[in-house]
């Protein structure tokens, strides 16, 4: 037999992150990269859509879809080599069975090349996923066929032709496989059938020159095929046709065209008159529409419509039965045919029944029964493989009563009840975990009555009724722990009444009312249902007076002013509460002006538009009381600050910026560059640190991030993702400071979903979880080794969880409500040490936040409001010692930044405002003196202050350009401390000493961040601890010793975690050992 691999009855034909030179603007989109494939696969440009589908990421839930393609596309370029490999790989990382289609590519591979075991292998193996699919069976089939194995390979073809009558190729070789056993009239069937459906079919021509031979001297020898064990019984008709009586001129035929085939085809089909039926494979299902033809007096149309294939050798004695032909297809094969050829005698949920199979796209789309041309009954709605994807029961035609609907996988998705086609009762859709996701009440089509959804993993999540199709009454929405989310109330489908959302403590969030839909009255948004976050009064939609938003230190973050319900002006704040911009409007809401201010709250440039274009602006100056007017009609443009130091760079062309914009620190360095075309950002954005490290590339396209997006921590790349119009989509991946991959996972509308793989830093798998719509559902982690250690399916987890980690090494204890922690955590090593203690709130850690280091003493102890730090911040040395504390609100870095020696003294002190290093930064030797005073204004070193011969400080010496090289001396003349600043942060050496002049504590620095040894001392000059950094990471071996210099603890990190062996000593003698991997404790030795 010839290659039958394109006889596959199928329509289609390195990961993404791999490229070395990146498309920044690619805009990952699965159907679009599928498409152009698609693309490239009819215009036989192969290698184009085997490249455009290997960007299909292995997170993407199509991966396999891309990899199924691939492997057709590179069988079509005839790249065996290839083929063979890319198929060899997805079996042995064990992909086919969660794609079940590519068994059939690859043992029909193995089938084209003769290796018949090895196809057989994976033919069996496939069977057990795709028993339903004619498309795999029928390669199956012919693999049988192959091998000389007829009656295996008539077996699965019966099957294969139940399951699908439209397999035409299918319904050709079994009635070759007949004739060649003696079954003359059982192949006769079979090959009408073939012409029945394919008249112009590849087989065409061969079935109509098999079926013109003599029956009398043809196909003489019988075989040891059985096709049916009872039925079948054509014993008369086979004494006719051997006996060639159809062939002699006393028989009358019907048509024009004299030859073999319509003689002895009109014998075989007017037999079915007159057979007695019994169970056979091919009575009962190649007897129906035979004898329905005959019946309805359309063979003589048949007869010339079967001939179609070989119209150009019979020309004129087919075209002159175009007539007929036309009305046998109009009349009767559009009309009657179908509904007698897909019959079918089979197992139909529990019982025999006569069924219809009817198509979609050529393939087995729904099977049920049929009366009077009409669908009565319960249907069976079928998958792409043939499996079952929905329950359906129909009458009259029309969808009727219960409607069950199932994925691939076979979960149910969906029920409906219906009545005369139309939604009449409850509908429900299910998650792919099994669980409830939405049930909703119809009426006649339109929604009626209460309607819920519920979360991922269990319990309600929101309840609203509807009237008539209309949103009506209170949209009641719940936490997965049954508290709150929020109240919405609804009238004649528009929001009328209060309007309330609380967050997971069940405090308010946002507080106001509507009226026909529009915000009416007092608007209140809070950070904890007390401090303000926003406020406004409106009126059916429009701000009276202003509104305010507030940074959570309680300063305005802006506040906008507005006249007859129009903006009429805005004022920015930064966080310390001046001004940093202010807008004006004119009564057409068009930006009139936009004023720039400096953390001083002082002017220095201003812009001015006119009809929304910019027109002019006027830069202000710290030596000139005047501003200077800039023209714009030059196109470059310049922003600078009162001191003259450079802003912002850019183009502007008819009053919209235009080409490259770049805007600065105040220390000079870069702080963002971006393209604007016609006043839209668009193409490559780049954003750094002010150390002048990246922190981020991105792409624009009409003002909206499209493309790839990297996250960069102090320049080296963190983490990569896709924007597609302002939403991330698509596969994202995260890393270790090496490089090394530690987060592959998919993302969908800024949700990750599907699934999410970590790595440990080995490379070796840690954990894979599961999401639906951003929940995670399941959970499997594995250990140090590779082994599986636990296995967590959240749906509806309620109660106390406790697993095991690392052969016991640590236990964790938590408390989960419908699959979301709720209560208390507490993890332990092996020992009973705790490890960490807090407690979740639906998900969020709320109150006091302890975690201990592998010492057993307090690392960490914060407290957090709602998931986020709100409060005092402590950290703690490996030892225990006090080393940092903070000042958070929600999440912000506000007040207050201490960091200690080890005897409890301040090392230095600063104020944080949002983040940014606001006001005096003070730095004190180990008796709690001060010893340098530095300035900071929203980041930028402004001046400092060195100790004087008294004791106290020198005058403040201004860093205009952020620079200074650092001595500070007691007023014996030695020095308390060295330290060098390049634009703003610490550059090089810092050391401290006391005034004996012994170094207390010296650190190195690069651009701002610890680079190599820092090292704290004793009083007595010996080393309390010795740190190794790189990149502001811990990296390497930190030492802690005695004050005696005895060894205390010695531990091993990597990449910013623990990793490797951490020693501890009690008088200097090894008494116990703890091993890491990836932050994680897996060993303890004593």
């Known amino acids: 037999m010839k290659n039958l ?79 063979l490999n890319h198929l060899e790989t997805l079996y042995k990382e064990d992909k086919m069975k969660d794609y079940p289609s590519l068994y059939t590519l690859f043992g029909t591979y193995y089938s084209d090349e003769k290796e018949y075991d090895k196809a057989e292998k994976i033919f069996n193996e496939g069977a057990q996923y795709l028993s339903n699919s004619s498309n795999f069976l029928y390669n199956q089939a012919i693999l049988y066929l192959r091998k000389e194995d007829n009656q295996k390979s008539a077996d699965i073809l019966k099957k294969a032709i139940t399951i699908n009558p439209n397999l035409a190729s299918g319904h050709y070789f079994l009635g070759t496989i007949a004739l060649e056993n003696g079954n003359i009239v059982e192949g006769s069937m079979a090959l009408l059938s073939y ?37 079948d019984n054509y014993e008369e008709l086979v004494t006719i046709l051997r006996n060639q009586l159809p062939l002699r001129k006393a028989y009358k035929l019907k048509t024009d065209i004299d030859d073999v085939i319509m003689r002895q085809m009109q014998a075989v089909m007017e037999y079915s008159l007159e057979h007695k039926m019994g169970n056979g494979f091919f009575e009962t299902t190649y007897m129906p529409w035979i004898k329905d033809v005959v019946i309805k007096k359309q063979f003589v149309g048949f007869s010339y419509y079967m001939l179609i294939g070989l119209e150009e050798q019979l020309g004129k004695e087919i075209s002159k039965h175009k007539k007929e032909i036309t009305t046998f297809y109009e009349k009767y094969y559009m009309v009657d045919f179908w509904n007698q050829f897909a019959k ?90 099994g669980n409830i996701s939405v049930i909703e009440n119809y009426k006649d089509d339109v929604l009626h009555g209460l309607s819920s959804t519920f979360h991922v993993n269990g319990g309600k999540n929101c309840e609203l009724n509807f009237t008539n199709g209309e949103r009506d009454g209170a949209l009641t929405c719940y936490y997965p722990n049954g508290t709150k989310s929020s109240v919405i109330t609804y009238a004649n489908g528009e929001l009328n009444g209060s309007y309330i959302l609380y967050n997971e403590l069940g ?9 026909n839909g529009e915000i009416d009255g007092k608007y209140m948004q809070y950070f904890d249902g007390k401090i303000l976050k926003a406020e406004g009064n409106y009126a059916n939609g429009k701000i009276l007076g202003s509104y305010k938003k507030y940074y959570s230190n309680n300063k305005l973050e802006f506040e906008s002013f507005y006249t007859n319900g129009k903006i009429s002006k805005t004022i920015n704040y930064f966080y310390n509460g001046l001004t940093s911009s202010e807008l004006l409007f004119n009564d057409k809401e ?8 400096n953390p001083k709250g002082e002017k220095y440039f201003e812009e001015k538009y006119k009809g929304g274009e910019l027109k002019s602006g006027l830069q202000y100056s710290a030596t000139n009381p005047k501003p200077v007017e800039i023209n714009l ?20 062309e008819k009053g919209k910026k235009t080409g490259e914009w770049n805007y600065f620190f105040t220390n000079g360095n870069l702080k963002y560059k971006e393209s604007y075309s016609n006043g839209n950002q668009t193409g490559l954005a780049y954003a750094y640190n002010n150390r002048g490290q990246l922190r981020s590339i991105s792409n624009y396209e009409n003002d909206a991030l499209n493309g790839v ?34 987060v592959d996972g998919f993302i969908v509308d800024n949700e990750v979903n599907y699934s999410k793989t970590t790595y440990r830093q080995s490379g070796k798998l840690s954990q894979i979880s599961k999401f639906i719509e951003g929940e995670i559902i399941y959970t499997e982690s594995y250990d140090s080794n590779g082994k599986k250690e636990f296995e967590l399916d959240y749906k509806n987890k309620t109660g106390k969880v406790n697993l095991n980690l690392s052969n016991g090494a640590t236990t964790q204890e938590f408390e989960m409500v419908n699959g979301n922690y709720n209560g208390k955590f507490t993890s332990k090593d092996k020992l009973g040490n705790i490890i960490s203690d807090f407690q979740y709130v639906n998900g969020r850690i709320n109150n006091n936040y302890k975690h201990y280091s592998p010492y057993g003493t307090l690392m960490f102890e914060r407290n957090y409001y709602c998931g986020l730090i709100n409060g005092i911040d402590s950290q703690y040395d490996l030892v225990g010692n006090l080393r940092i504390t903070s000042e958070y609100s929600f999440g912000n870095e506000n007040g207050k930044t201490i960091r200690y020696y080890h005897n409890k003294a301040k090392m230095f002190e600063y104020n944080e405002l949002d983040g940014l290093t606001d006001g005096e930064y003070i730095y004190y030797n180990q008796k709690g003196e001060p010893i340098l005073k530095v300035d900071y204004e929203s980041n930028a070193l402004v001046s400092y202050a060195t100790l004087n011969k008294t004791g106290g400080f020198s005058e403040k010496i201004k860093t205009p350009t952020e620079s200074a090289d650092i001595t500070s001396t007691y007023s014996n003349g030695k020095t ?51 740190e190794n950094l790189k990149n502001g990471d811990f990296e390497g071996t930190h030492t802690y010793f005695k004050e005696d210099g005895k060894p205390w603890l010695t531990a091993n990190y990597k990449n910013d975690e623990l990793h490797g062996d951490l020693l501890i000593y009690t008088n200097g003698v090894l008494t116990l050992t703890k091993k890491y991997d990836s932050d994680e404790l897996v060993e303890i030795i004593k």
Do not use: W
């Not at 112009?200 to 019988?222: M, S």
């Not at 921590?713 to 993702?721: K, P």
């Not at 597609?724 to 596969?731: A, D, F, R």
């Not at 651009?1007 to 309390?1024: A, S």
């Open 5 to 83: 691999f394109l006889s596959l009855l199928i329509i289609g034909c390195s990961n993404v992150f791999s490229q070395s030179k990146r498309d920044y603007s690619f805009a990952y989109s699965t159907d679009s990269i599928i498409s152009t494939a698609f693309g490239y696969y009819q215009k036989e440009q192969y290698s184009n859509a085997i490249t455009e589908f290997k960007k299909i990421a292995k997170t993407d839930p199509k991966y396999l879809v891309a990899q199924y393609e691939i492997a057709l596309a590179l069988f079509a370029d005839n790249k065996k080599e290839e083929l």
């Open 195 to 231: 012409l029945a459906i394919a008249p112009n079919g590849k087989f065409a021509q061969e079935a109509i020159l098999k079926l013109n031979k003599k029956f009398g001297e043809n196909y003489l020898t019988k075989g040891n095929v059985v096709f049916s064990k009872s039925g």
């Open 344 to 433: 079918r005698n089979v197992e139909h949920f529990g019982k025999t029944e006569e069924v219809v199979v009817y198509l979609n796209d050529g393939k087995p789309f729904i099977l049920g029964p049929v009366v009077n041309n009409k669908k009565e009954g319960k249907f069976k709605l079928l998958g792409e493989n043939g499996n079952i994807e929905g329950e359906l029961n129909l009458k009259n035609d029309e969808l009727d009563g219960l409607q069950k609907y199932f994925d691939e996988k076979g979960n149910l998705e969906m029920e409906k009840m219906y009545a005369a086609g139309k939604l009449n009762g409850e509908k429900k859709e299910y998650y792919s975990n």
């Open 507 to 515: 405090d308010i969030t946002v507080s106001t009312t509507y009226k």
């Open 590 to 597: 068009e930006l009139e002006s936009y004023s720039y201010f």
């Open 633 to 652: 009609t030059k196109k470059a443009f310049t922003i600078s600050s009162l001191e003259n130091n450079k802003q912002i760079t850019g183009f502007f």
């Open 709 to 742: 997006y990297e996250i960069y921590d102090s320049g080296i790349l963190n983490e990569v993702s896709y924007y597609s119009n302002g939403t991330q989509n698509g596969p994202y991946q995260t890393f270790y400071a090496d490089g090394t991959l530690k």
């Open 976 to 1026: 308390a401390i060295k330290v060098n600043f390049v634009k703003g942060v610490p550059h090089g050496k810092l050391s401290v000493f006391n005034a004996e002049g012994k170094v207390e504590y010296e650190a190195n620095y690069k651009n701002g961040l610890f680079e190599g040894e820092r090292t704290e001392y004793y009083t007595n000059g010996k080393v309390y601890k010795k």
